[in-house]
């Protein structure tokens, strides 16, 4: 018998096909996705930090060029606020949170209560990059999106879809495309303009046939 | 104390999910985790916190995954080694391959019908965890054998062979159930 030679009859067949379909029962879903929420606004950062020098393989990593105290700081900062600025409810001005967040920590860095000795931040000066790095870019590519998210859910599609005409003047083919995409919908719907939203949302669906938005979009069109 | 010039810093943020795309991925796939768990041996007083767990890991491995491919095998593959795991740990107590209540009856009736659960359940109990996986998600839930082995993070051909040992497992508990029954 060959390794692709199926040793199930047709009886064994039927057999399987009256097993009983195993569901959860009723308000699981909702009260797992709130233990879930409590759970990831308490965790650390999704990822840890490395040095710029240090290559990852992770898009995940919060990357601070320069200062490697610092950067374990900064990222701690970030995880923290990365825990509370996407989950859950409407979503406060990122770049604001990041950065007032930042600056508190770095203070907390500058106490003479760690080991590693100030000369060292001194010994490595910040030096932009003239290039921005992938991670750079998909950081400026979720501001815009998270611009046009927070204007939606203030009920601004106007300011929303100004921000996603930047990022897709900016980021034509940008990893967040998806995304744009499923908010351009739900922005043109906002507006007023049903005919373009369905336009956008065609045109979603054929060039991400397999997106977890899908659903998001086709839920943006219909009727309530 | 001094304030350091932020301006020099590029502040780069984690890429995590957005609340929008993690819920949907959670909304869309939920019970197909939450039936093969359970098709897994995690009892139903287990599976929340298991199911709990496989999401909480794929929040924070989210940059592993890649968006242009189906989020299913990925998920399947952590909710996989989650499952591994608990049941290493529950490797010695009566959970593993408990039952729900309802499904403890004998696997022939009185009059003589097979129950389809039972069978199921009996020969799911008997194979190894590999092919038990393999064979949950071709035959039950009906993923094709490459994202099956992509989500076990195995060759194709060991897949194969791991749902051949599977199905031979079934056939063989199917066949001295019907004999019981005769």
């Known amino acids: 018998m060959s390794e692709h030679e199926d040793p199930l009859s047709s009886a064994h067949r039927a057999l399987l096909s009256q097993r009983r379909d195993l569901e959860p029962p009723p308000g699981f879903e909702d009260a797992l996705l709130a233990r879930l929420h409590t759970s990831m606004a308490a965790a650390p950062a999704p990822a840890p930090v490395t040095p710029p020098s240090s290559p990852t393989g992770s898009a995940s990593t919060a990357v601070v060029s320069g200062v490697g105290v610092s950067a374990l700081v900064v990222g701690v900062a970030l995880g923290a606020v990365a825990g509370h600025a996407w989950w859950p409810g409407p979503t406060p001005d990122p770049v604001i949170v990041e950065r007032v967040k930042t600056v508190e920590v770095v203070r907390e860095v500058e106490r003479p209560t760690t080991a590693t000795p100030p000369k060292r931040i001194e010994a490595k000066p910040t030096v932009a990059p003239v290039d921005p790095s992938p991670d750079a870019l998909l950081a400026e590519e979720r501001q815009l999106i998270d611009v046009a998210r927070s204007a939606l859910l203030h009920g601004d599609p106007r300011a929303a879809l100004e921000s996603l005409n930047s990022h897709a003047k900016r980021f034509p083919s940008g990893r967040l495309a998806e995304e744009r995409a499923s908010l351009e919908v739900q922005a043109l719907v906002l507006a007023g303009r049903p005919a373009e939203a369905r336009q956008v949302a065609e045109a979603f669906h054929r060039q991400f046939p397999h997106s977890l938005l899908g659903p998001v979009v086709d839920a943006a069109l219909s009727p309530e | ?182």
């Open chain 2, 1 to 182: 104390m001094r304030e350091r010039n932020l301006s020099a810093f590029r502040l780069l943020p984690v890429t995590s999910p957005s609340p929008t795309t993690f819920e949907a991925a959670y909304r869309s796939e939920l019970r197909g985790l939450y039936r093969f768990l359970g098709r897994l041996g995690i009892p139903a007083s287990s599976l929340e916190d298991v199911l709990h767990d496989v999401f909480l890991v794929a929040w924070k491995k989210w940059d592993t995954y890649d968006p242009s491919r189906a989020i299913r095998p990925w998920l399947c593959g952590i909710a996989f080694r989650v499952a591994a795991d608990h049941r290493a740990l529950k490797r010695n107590t009566s959970e593993v391959d408990e039952l729900p209540a309802e499904f403890s009856r004998e696997v022939v009736d009185p009059s003589g019908r097979v129950d389809a659960e039972r069978v199921l359940q009996r020969a799911l109990s008997r194979m190894p965890v590999e092919a038990r996986a393999v064979f949950v998600m071709h035959e039950l839930e009906e993923r094709p054998i490459p994202e099956v082995a992509e989500s076990m993070g195995t060759l194709v051909p060991t897949a194969y062979s791991r749902l051949r040992s599977a199905r031979l497992v079934f056939a063989e508990v199917a066949n001295l159930v019907a004999q019981e029954a005769r």
